[in-house]
C-alpha cells in the first residue's frame, strides 16, 4: 500500500533551517495529490533526544501497530546533542510534530514561528540539582553563591528562573559548562549538577552511591519551578488542515503508554535491541529508566488520570509565572499557542 505525505518539502539546507526558525516558516501542508485517500499518512516525528525508553511510547506504537490502526505511518526522527532542535525541524517543514521545552518553545513563537503545543508526555519535569551529601542544595535559596555545573542555556536559564521565582537574585550563582556525566560532580568542583532523574541519578546509583543519603536530586518543579517537559508541538496550519492525524497520533501515545505501563522492560528492550541500537543502551539501566519516568507521565498511577493533557489553569499560572521570572515579559495569550481539545479528544478516541 503506497504512503502518502502529509507535505512535500524537500530537505533544507543548513541556510534555510537558519532560516525558517528566525522568520518562521511554515511547513507545507497538503498532501500529494493524486495518491489514495486510503493509504497510510505519513508522519515525522522529531524528538529531542537520542531513541532511548525516554519514547518509549513511539516504539511501542509503532511495534504493536497503534499508529497503523489509526492510518498513519511514523517515522520518528533522533535527537541528540549534534542533531537539530525539532523547533528547527518542523520551522523548516522536515518534521510535522516535534517535542520541545517550554521556554525555548516560547523563544520559537517570539520569532515568529506559528506553533501550537497539543500534549505534555512529562507532568512535571524530571530535571533538576544534585548535589552531595557534604554541601545538599535543597532549595532555592541553597543555589546562591554556588558553583553549579551545568549543560547549556536550557539549565542555565532554569536555575535563574527557578532563583528569581523565589525572590532571590537570578545572577548569584556561577555556571561551570558541563557534559552529560555527573563525574565531575564527584570531583568537587561545583556545589550542584544539573540533571535528571531519570539520567544521571541512575548513573550515580550505579556507582553504588545512595540518594537521599550519599547525593541528594530536587527537581525544579520541588525547587519551586513547575513546568512540563516533553511538549508536543506542531504548526498552527498543519493542525488546522490535519486535527484527526493530531487527535489519532496523541491517542496512539495514550494507549502506548498504558502498555508501557503494564510492562516496562518491553520498551526499554525495544530501544536496546532495535531503535537505539546503535547508541550502546544498557538493558537494566534502560529498563530502570522507563520504570522511573513513568510516575513523571502518570503521577501516582491514578487510573483516571488524562495521560498526555495539558491544564490551562496550571500553564496560566505557574508556566507563565516561570517564563517571566526567566525574561519573558510579552508572552501570548495561552490559547493561541496551546490546543487543549487535542488531548482531551485523544483519551477518547478509539483505533
Not at 5 to 30: E, F, K, N, T, Y
Not at 275 to 300: F, M
Request: net charge neutral; charged share 15%.
Amino acid at each position: 500500500m503506497p504512503v502518502r505525505d502529509v507535505q512535500s518539502v524537500l530537505p533544507a539546507s543548513r541556510r534555510v533551517l537558519l532560516r525558517a526558525i528566525g522568520l518562521g516558516a511554515a511547513a507545507c501542508l497538503a498532501p500529494r495529490p493524486g495518491l489514495s485517500s486510503d493509504a497510510p499518512l505519513a508522519l515525522t516525528v522529531q524528538i529531542g533526544w537520542i531513541a532511548n525508553v525516554e519514547y518509549a511510547t513511539q516504539w511501542i506504537g509503532i511495534e504493536k501497530g497503534l499508529f497503523a490502526r489509526r492510518g498513519l505511518s511514523v517515522k520518528v526522527s533522533p535527537g541528540g546533542p549534534d542533531a537539530p532542535d525539532p523547533l528547527v525541524m518542523v520551522a523548516a517543514g522536515d518534521a510535522q510534530i516535534g517535542f520541545a521545552s517550554w521556554l525555548p518553545f516560547l523563544d520559537a513563537v517570539a520569532r515568529g514561528n506559528d506553533y501550537v503545543l497539543v500534549a505534555a508526555q512529562f507532568q512535571s519535569s524530571p530535571l533538576g540539582v544534585i548535589s552531595l551529601k557534604g554541601h545538599p542544595l535543597l532549595s532555592a535559596h541553597d543555589l546562591l553563591g554556588q558553583r553549579i555545573l551545568a549543560q547549556g542555556a536550557n539549565e542555565k536559564t532554569s536555575i535563574e528562573a527557578t532563583l528569581a521565582m523565589a525572590g532571590l537574585p537570578r545572577d548569584e550563582w556561577t555556571m561551570v559548562p558541563a557534559g552529560f556525566s555527573p563525574e565531575p560532580l564527584l570531583s568537587g568542583v561545583a556545589a550542584g549538577y544539573t540533571g535528571f532523574a531519570t539520567n544521571q541519578v541512575l548513573t550515580l546509583e550505579g556507582m553504588g552511591l545512595k540518594r537521599d543519603h550519599d547525593f541528594f536530586f530536587r527537581s525544579f518543579d520541588q525547587l519551586g519551578l513547575r513546568s512540563y517537559a516533553g511538549l508536543v508541538f506542531c504548526s498552527s496550519s498543519f493542525l488546522r488542515a490535519n486535527r484527526p492525524v493530531v487527535v489519532g497520533y496523541i491517542a496512539a501515545l495514550i494507549e502506548a503508554e498504558r502498555l508501557n505501563e503494564q510492562d516496562p522492560a518491553y520498551a526499554a528492550h525495544l530501544a536496546v535491541d532495535t531503535y537505539g541500537a546503535d547508541y550502546g543502551l544498557d538493558l537494566a539501566q534502560q529498563t530502570r529508566q522507563n520504570e522511573v519516568q513513568i510516575p513523571y507521565i502518570h503521577p501516582g498511577l491514578k487510573p483516571g488520570f488524562p495521560v498526555y493533557a495539558m491544564d490551562r489553569d496550571a500553564m496560566q499560572s505557574h508556566m507563565y509565572a516561570a517564563a517571566r521570572a526567566a525574561g519573558r515579559s510579552t508572552l501570548p495569550p495561552i490559547d493561541r499557542i496551546a490546543d487543549f481539545s487535542v488531548a482531551r479528544d485523544a483519551q477518547t478516541a478509539r483505533g
